[in-house]
């Protein structure tokens, strides 16, 4: 059982920037492909950026060029940098881990991100 605990949500104007955090509780992080999702009240949970165990990563369309994601395997932790926010970035963002090669995930309880006009 993997758990996962994200923190650095808040509240911040358009244009600003927030770094959120994952820290993992297992002792084999670096065997895991970390992601970060968001999700927005009566819509689909959405994928965001994935960092592979092999250090591979890729965000969304709507976040390329803004957010980047990064990986500490000696911390366990995971954390996305989120610059030029804008208002439609307004989510609960989750990290999950994914065994690599495996088809399910484990999820933290996600942080809220509030973006103002």
């Known amino acids: 059982q993997v758990q996962l605990v994200e923190s650095g949500g808040g509240l911040v104007q358009a244009g600003g920037s927030l770094r959120l955090l994952c820290v993992a509780s297992?002792?084999?992080?670096?065997?895991?492909?970390m992601s970060w999702y968001r999700q927005v009240p009566g819509k689909q949970r959405e994928w965001v950026a994935i960092?592979?165990?092999?250090?591979?990563?890729s965000v969304t369309d709507a976040v390329k060029g803004r957010f980047t994601i990064h990986r500490d395997n000696a911390g366990n932790t995971v954390h996305l940098q989120m610059n030029s926010l804008k208002p439609e970035d307004t989510a609960v963002y989750y990290c999950?881990?994914?065994?690599?090669?495996?088809?399910?995930?484990?999820w933290g309880q996600g942080t809220q991100v509030t973006v103002s006009s």
């Open positions: 999950s881990a994914r065994p690599t090669g495996s088809s399910w995930d484990y």
């Open positions: 297992t002792g084999l992080f670096r065997m895991y492909d």
């Open positions: 960092i592979t165990s092999t250090g591979q990563t």
